[in-house]
């Protein structure tokens, strides 16, 4: 399967990267689980590999052969800047990056907002990527995209691919409860003064 972007994608990037504020690494905080799915949404059902993200939880989980392999803290989005709910699918696949946003361009590297790996989704503009403020990483601190710590980024990135399930859930449903368990975590809002994600951020 193709896994690296064409240069078209990138300058479409480059001109819709305004929305998803991204910030990089974090510590690797996967749990192996192996729980089977509890209703597997309708748009899984021809795949491997789908992934699915609690809002509440501020967690995804990596779903194979209708199991829970991998379970990893994330961030998602602000209040004033909501991560999109529903079902997507990966579109792109980008290792190392570039960042745009506003005119301003960041190579690949420490400081790049959007960290080492980019799975753009169909909900354009939004994606699951990198951050360079790893202490966001199990807030509502983006504005709209999902932000992963470098390790567990590219161990995911790692196993899927494009034309995969995303769903992103607003809400703890019987199912999300089944795979997350608890009640979910308290609202944390990001600090002021944090950059809007865009390809990405």
Not at 60 to 88: C, D, H, Q, W
Request: net charge positive; with cysteine; aromatic share 6%.
């Amino acid at each position: 399967m193709k896994r690296t972007a064409t240069a078209g994608w990138v300058l479409a990037m480059a001109i819709t990267a305004t929305r998803c504020l991204a910030l990089q690494t974090a510590p690797s905080s996967a749990a192996v689980v192996g729980s089977p799915l509890a209703k597997v949404p309708k748009f899984a059902e021809a795949t491997v590999h789908w992934v699915l993200v609690s809002i509440p939880d501020r967690k995804l989980a990596l779903m194979e052969n209708g199991k829970v392999v991998r379970i990893y803290r994330v961030a998602v989005g602000k209040t004033s800047t909501p991560s999109p709910v529903g079902s997507f699918k990966i579109v792109n696949r980008v290792k190392d990056p570039a960042y745009y946003h506003k005119g301003q361009v960041i190579a690949a590297g420490k400081d790049n907002p959007v960290g080492s790996r980019w799975l753009g989704l169909s909900a354009r503009g939004y994606g699951i990527h990198g951050t360079n403020a790893p202490a966001s990483i199990g807030k509502a601190a983006s504005t709209g995209c999902i932000r992963m710590g470098r390790q567990d980024l590219e161990e995911l990135f790692a196993r899927v691919d494009v034309g995969d399930g995303v769903e992103i859930r607003g809400e703890r449903d019987e199912q999300v409860a089944a795979i997350f368990g608890g009640e979910g975590n308290a609202v944390v809002l990001a600090s002021a003064g944090e950059s809007g994600d865009g390809i990405g951020q």
